[in-house]
């Protein structure tokens, strides 16, 4: 790859800002001092320095956010904040997208990243990758609702969902509930409770296969992932189906 695209992926600035960097001398390669920018190196062989600190180069980038309220799953929009505007430019650099999409006004897990390999395979229906889900409901949730998402409910355009797993935490005039899903339809679980009459007045969600929200992350707070998870999830996507 040439030098100044892999500085500028790394997120040293533009092609134009780059190529500053390597006029100030501020870069090494293998250890010689390098002012070309069109150079081709190889960043999984060989040591590049930028201002004395090593580039560690990585290809993709894997991300846990606590979404906030109010902000869309979206990479860009005319009017409304999006998840990736709350990302450090070095970050943005990556170009990131939403694995899915939580509604505006859902919070918690959203992995964001740029392995659209990835992305895809946890999108993928044939996976069945489950996503659990926090939520408030206004009405009373009873063990007849439990059964109902356990067969399948039908929703508003006549689809009929497939199992889910519905926990009781609280049974009231306010109750909160766990919800485990294994598709991801539009607005699935506040149409669920819908089919059943009932309204959803906050849903977080909390895991996607097996990565867990890390609760230490306030809304608008994220972190790449550890290798432990990011192994964890793409051994999940690669298990016979
Ligand atoms: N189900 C919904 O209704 N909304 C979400 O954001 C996610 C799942």
Known sequence: MRLDKLLANAGYGSR????????QKAVTVDGKMVKDPS?????????????GEKLEYKEFIYIMLNKPPGVISATEDLYDKTVIDLLSPIDRHYKPFPVGRLD????GLL????DGKLAHNLLSPKKHVPKTYYAKIDGLVTKEDVEAFRQGVELD??????PAQLNIIKSDEKSEIELTI?????HQVKRMFEAV?????FLK???MGSLQLDEKLKYGEYRELTMEELELIQNEITKEE
């Open 197 to 201: 009459g009932k309204k959803v007045t």
């Open 39 to 51: 150079m081709h190196v190889d960043p999984e062989v060989q040591e590049i320095y930028v201002l």
């Open 182 to 186: 294994y598709e991801g339809k539009f």
């Open 111 to 114: 992995l964001l990243t740029n």
């Open 205 to 207: 969600r909390l895991l």
């Open 16 to 23: 134009k800002e780059v190529k500053q960097l390597l006029k």
């Open 157 to 162: 355009d006549g689809y009929v969902t497939k």
């Open 104 to 107: 505006k006004d859902t919070v």
